[in-house]
């Protein structure tokens, strides 16, 4: 048995993890990652797209910025579009601020490096991770490379994903979860083509809502709504073309097809659980909370609590502990305004399901297309969005 001793044992080492992390180090806090699924296999998971300017605004003030600087999209603003009326909302115009299209695998990449310079203890491939003790002194058992270990450790953070093991230690009774769940899915592909627009578009289509983003100026990024139950055997290349194609058409405009090379179906969901932290027991990112893509908000809510997190373990380590008392009520105030901005643009772009009765499904799919119309019209309506897109303030 190896028995270590640090001040902050971090479980999972996604973009939460690592950044966590990255973090700690900054500020001269101990910590140790362990992560039980392969290096290989976390760089390889394609996931987000976008960062907000919140998001671009923590990893430059951690010196993490070069790359997105070189290689990131700069966009000042997104298009939205209904049978075929597209319009732009000019996020510099209207709040002065910008997104990054920086994918997630490239972000954990540099996360990775980062920690690979400073020479951080971060265990991959660690199997049967127990945390324990949240109202003693918090251990996290693990096996790695054949040998036991148990860490002993001031804090423990759970930033180990929606199905991660640190929020199950949190007692049943303390923990409530609300959830919301979404008629409707998005099957997203990555295809070997220049995209065909400069910057994002979402589309609301009778058949379904489309989204035309990108990686880089050779790849793009793109999805269409699909009922949860579908598989992705059903859906040839030609298939996922025309419904790309009939989706996102407007006059004069056309779609440039290529090789894909992923295709992939993600369910739509909401959760968010009732606290952030139990004894010394904290939980961040997807561990704590999940949103539908439609609003780019996974990985920058990921990033906003670490960035409130890593500050209250680094002022508790110096001996004032307010901010991290404060810290799961002020994640999950800013959560709230995120669920309920990436519900509005949810709502806003998906038509409903295909189980919804047919004069239902009418209402409500004409009720969207006023509302679009009514954002399409509006300064107002549209600075809105502009300002919860590009990211709220981290505090
Ligand atoms: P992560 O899930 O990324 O990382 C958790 C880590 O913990 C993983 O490496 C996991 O292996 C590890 N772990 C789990 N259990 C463990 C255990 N018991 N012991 C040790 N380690 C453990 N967000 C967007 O903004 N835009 C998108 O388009 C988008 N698309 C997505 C598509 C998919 C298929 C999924 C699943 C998510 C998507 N998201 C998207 C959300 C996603 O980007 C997350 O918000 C982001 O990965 C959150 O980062 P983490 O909190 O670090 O969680
Ligand atoms: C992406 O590029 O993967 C992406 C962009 C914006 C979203 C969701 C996904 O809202």
Redesign the pocket.
């Known amino acids: 048995m190896q028995r270590t001793r640090t001040q902050v044992a971090i479980?999972?080492?996604?973009?939460?993890?690592?950044?966590l992390g990255a973090i700690l180090a900054d500020r001269g806090v101990g910590f140790v990652v362990?992560?039980?699924?392969s290096r290989e296999?976390?760089l390889g998971?394609?996931?987000?797209?976008?960062l907000e300017q919140s998001s671009v605004d923590v990893l430059e003030s951690l010196g993490l910025a070069a790359g997105l600087h070189a290689e990131g999209l700069v966009h000042g603003g997104i298009f939205l579009q209904h049978e075929g009326e597209r319009f732009h909302v000019d996020f510099e115009a209207l709040v002065g601020r910008t997104v990054t299209v920086y994918g997630?695998q490239r972000v954990?990449a540099d996360l990775m490096a980062a920690h690979d310079a400073l020479g951080s203890t971060v265990l991959y491939d660690?199997a049967d991770?127990d945390p324990a003790d949240p109202e003693g002194e918090p251990v996290v058992r693990?096996v790695h490379e054949g040998e036991p270990h148990e860490v002993r450790a001031d804090f423990v953070v759970g930033?180990?994903?929606?199905?991660?093991?640190?929020k199950t230690r949190f007692p049943a009774t303390l923990v409530r979860t609300a959830e919301r769940a979404y008629d409707a899915a998005?099957l997203?592909i990555l295809a070997d083509v220049p995209p065909s627009t400069d910057e994002l578009i979402y589309a609301l289509h009778p058949d379904g809502f489309a989204m035309h983003?990108m990686r880089s100026p050779s790849v793009s990024r793109l999805?269409v709504q699909v009922d949860p139950d579908e598989r992705i055997e059903d859906w040839s290349d030609d298939r996922i073309w025309e419904a790309l194609d009939t989706r996102l058409a407007t006059p004069g405009w056309t779609l440039q097809h290529g090789p894909i090379t992923e295709k992939?179906i993600?369910r739509m969901r909401s959760s968010v659980v009732s606290t952030l932290a139990h004894g010394r027991f904290l939980l961040?990112?997807?561990?704590?909370h999940?949103?539908p893509?439609t609003?780019?908000?996974?990985?920058?809510?990921?990033i906003a609590?670490v960035a409130m997190l890593g500050a209250a373990l680094a002022e508790q380590s110096a001996g004032d502990d307010a901010a991290l008392r404060s810290y799961s009520d002020r994640a999950l105030e800013r959560q709230w305004k995120v669920q309920q901005f990436s519900e509005y643009m949810t709502d806003l772009l998906h038509v409903p399901g295909s189980a919804v009765p047919d004069d239902e499904r009418e209402f409500r799919y004409r009720s969207r297309l006023g509302r679009l119309r009514y954002v399409g019209g509006s300064r107002y309506a549209q600075q809105s969005i502009a300002e919860q897109y590009t990211g709220l303030v981290i505090r």
């Open positions: 479980i999972g080492a996604g973009p939460a993890g690592l950044l362990i992560e039980h699924r296999h976390v998971r394609i996931r987000a797209g976008v997630q954990q660690a991770v693990f930033t180990d994903g929606f199905h991660g093991v640190t998005w997203g983003s999805y992939s993600t961040a990112g997807d561990a704590g999940i949103v893509p609003g780019a908000k996974g990985l920058n809510s990921a609590d």
